[in-house]
């Protein structure tokens, strides 16, 4: 039984001592750094030429991106990161279309609301007559209702005669009958002022959003003609600048660094320093 302890503890001494010898190379072994650069070998970093090949990135939309960040750097969102050619002729002239229309929108909206704006003053000019022919109605109805009276009760007094009687009630209905169609064509058109009202409103409003859509387009016409040159570049996202095509040129941001895949030339001379698992 001593004999066993003996071994054992043997053993577990001879593992601790193992483990510890593990942990004291790992520390002096270098890390690993990817870089575009030539490789060269520091005493704690690793530095090997390759590249980064992302599996998922955000892309940079630009046309002849001439970058200020060195690619596979860390950026943040909306920091610049380069420059990249202006609005293309196209996009100049898309925007100059653009403006045409939204002025055609505005000549249209304006037309509308002079339009209504006739048709709505019109209709208050008549409603004004109508107002004051009803006045006058009315004036007239009371004056005939005062003369029918007066004749009324010469008539009753037998100090005029029927003749001049019925003359008076005639005079006196045809008064009082022109002031209820007057009051009705006045309340119509008052209705119809109102209607009209609704209408300008509208029109107006639709000018407004037209003439804000022609300043919009103005002022987007005048940017892109401005920015014709070199304009600023910003990055879509936080991450790593990575290419996504070399060919075409095309960049992106990588924000998962999982996605990830390093592509690099290792030395012979540098596989004694590295081992599965390493932290690049």
Same mark, same amino acid.
């Given at each position: 039984m001593r004999a066993k302890r003996r071994t054992a503890v043997i053993l577990l001494a001879f593992g601790l001592v193992l483990v510890t010898w593990r942990q004291a190379l790992s520390d002096h072994r270098?890390?690993?750094?990817?870089?575009?650069?030539?490789?060269?070998?520091?005493?704690?970093?690793?530095?090997?030429p390759g590249t980064l090949d992302p599996r998922s990135a955000t892309?940079?939309?630009?046309?002849?991106?001439?970058?200020?960040?060195p690619v596979n750097s860390r950026v943040l969102k909306g920091q610049i990161i380069g420059e990249a050619a202006g609005p293309s002729p196209?996009?100049?002239?898309?925007?100059?279309?653009?403006?045409?229309?939204?002025?055609? &929108? #505005?000549?249209? $909206?304006?037309?509308a609301v002079r339009d209504m704006e006739r048709k709505l003053e019109m209709a208050r000019a008549d409603a004004g007559v109508l107002e004051s022919r009803l006045i006058s109605a009315e004036t007239v109805a009371l004056e005939a209702e005062s003369e029918f009276r007066r004749r009324d009760l010469l008539?009753?007094?037998?100090?005029?005669?029927?003749?001049?009687?019925?003359?008076?009630?005639?005079?006196?209905?045809s008064a009082l009958s022109a002031v209820p169609e007057l009051r009705s064509r006045l309340i119509a058109g008052s209705t119809t002022i109102g209607e009209l009202e609704t209408v300008?409103?509208?029109?107006?409003?639709?000018?407004?959003e037209a003439e804000t859509w022609s300043r919009a387009a103005q002022a987007n016409g005048r940017q892109?003609?401005?920015?014709?040159?070199?304009?600023? &570049? #910003?990055?879509? $996202?936080?991450?790593?600048l990575v290419v996504r095509d070399a060919v075409a040129g095309a960049f992106g941001i990588s924000s998962d660094a999982s996605?990830?895949?390093?592509?690099?030339?290792?030395?012979?001379?540098?596989?004694?320093?590295?081992?599965?698992?390493?932290?690049?």
């Open positions: 270098p890390g690993v750094l990817v870089t575009p650069n030539q490789g060269v070998t520091s005493d704690r970093v690793l530095i090997l892309p940079i939309h630009a046309r002849n991106l001439e970058l200020v960040i196209e996009g100049i002239n898309q925007a100059r279309i653009s403006l045409e229309e939204a002025n055609a &929108v #505005v000549a249209v $909206a304006r037309r008539f009753r007094e037998q100090r005029a005669g029927s003749i001049e009687h019925d003359e008076a009630i005639a005079t006196r209905d300008v409103r509208e029109a107006r409003d639709r000018l407004a892109m003609e401005e920015n014709g040159g070199r304009v600023p &570049v #910003v990055s879509p $996202a936080d991450g790593v996605l990830l895949c390093v592509h690099t030339d290792i030395r012979q001379a540098d596989l004694n320093v590295l081992w599965l698992g390493q932290r690049a």
